[in-house]
């Protein structure tokens, strides 16, 4: 199935810098999703983006749903180390009549925090 | 919120095996999945299921069925466990009634194939 290129593939950073990465598809989705994925648990959802241009805020967490519906981006600011670990993008086609495609994931972000 | 619930968060079992994963919510979503996760190759999407005694093929079903016998449970079973399959197992749920946000996964099971 298809897959989203999510990159990068792994970030190696210093405790208090910036985090961005990012998510493209060849094809276009009207919802996109991002996850966490924390050290021997299951994926959390972090922010859903549902309007192409949209940018939503969650703490220091900072998502755009890219113009063309093609891409979303994911900032982190000032990070700590509770933010270690696997960061997942998701997009979605949601129907009018009430129906939906399901999840296309990205790869993963692996985030790796040296303090 | 939604409890997705995976039933061991470790497994270890030998090869040939028939082995178990069993998966249960409590917040009555209709569509649930199995996924498995290795390093490099992302979440990848063995069966899913819309209703009861319904089942999907994913992308990878291969040595894996599933059973949907109740709304609330959904089992990943191995007919005969191999070493390749060794791997984190991740049951996911989802409810359009929600709005289509996105899944609910659980903690995740930890396979060993010895």
């Known amino acids: 199935g298809q897959q989203l290129n999510q990159s990068p593939q792994s970030m190696f950073i210093q405790e208090g810098e910036d985090v961005s990465m990012n998510c493209t598809s060849s094809?276009?989705?009207?919802?996109w999703l991002w996850y966490k994925q924390d050290p021997g648990e299951g994926p959390v959802l972090l922010i859903a983006?549902?309007?192409?241009?949209e940018l939503t805020s969650n703490g220091r967490l900072t998502a755009q749903f890219g113009i063309t519906r093609k891409d979303s981006f994911l900032n982190i600011s000032a990070s700590i180390p509770s933010d270690v670990g696997i960061y997942f993008c998701?997009?979605?086609?949601?129907?009018?009549?009430?129906?939906?495609?399901?999840?296309?994931f990205g790869k993963g972000t692996h985030l790796i925090i040296q303090p | 919120d939604v409890k997705v619930t995976q039933s061991s968060r470790y497994l270890v079992k030998r090869t040939g095996e028939k082995v178990f994963l069993e998966c249960v919510q409590d917040?009555?979503?209709?569509?649930m999945f199995w996924y498995r996760q290795d390093p490099g190759l992302g979440l990848r999407l063995i069966y899913f299921?819309?209703?009861?005694?319904?089942?999907e093929k994913g992308d990878i079903p291969e040595g894996y069925s599933v059973s949907r016998e109740k709304k609330e449970r959904f089992s990943l079973i191995l007919e005969s466990a191999s070493t390749n399959q060794t791997s984190m197992y991740l049951c996911?749920?989802?409810?359009?009634?929600?709005?289509?946000?996105?899944?609910?996964f659980g903690s995740g099971t930890r396979l060993t194939v010895v």
């Open positions: 996911a749920t989802d409810s359009l009634r929600t709005g289509g946000s996105g899944y609910t």
């Open positions: 094809s276009i989705f009207n919802t």
């Open positions: 998701a997009g979605r086609v949601l129907y009018s009549g009430g129906g939906a495609d399901g999840l296309t």
């Open positions: 983006l549902y309007k192409a241009g």
């Open positions: 299921s819309y209703d009861v005694k319904m089942k």
């Open positions: 917040m009555d979503h209709e569509n």
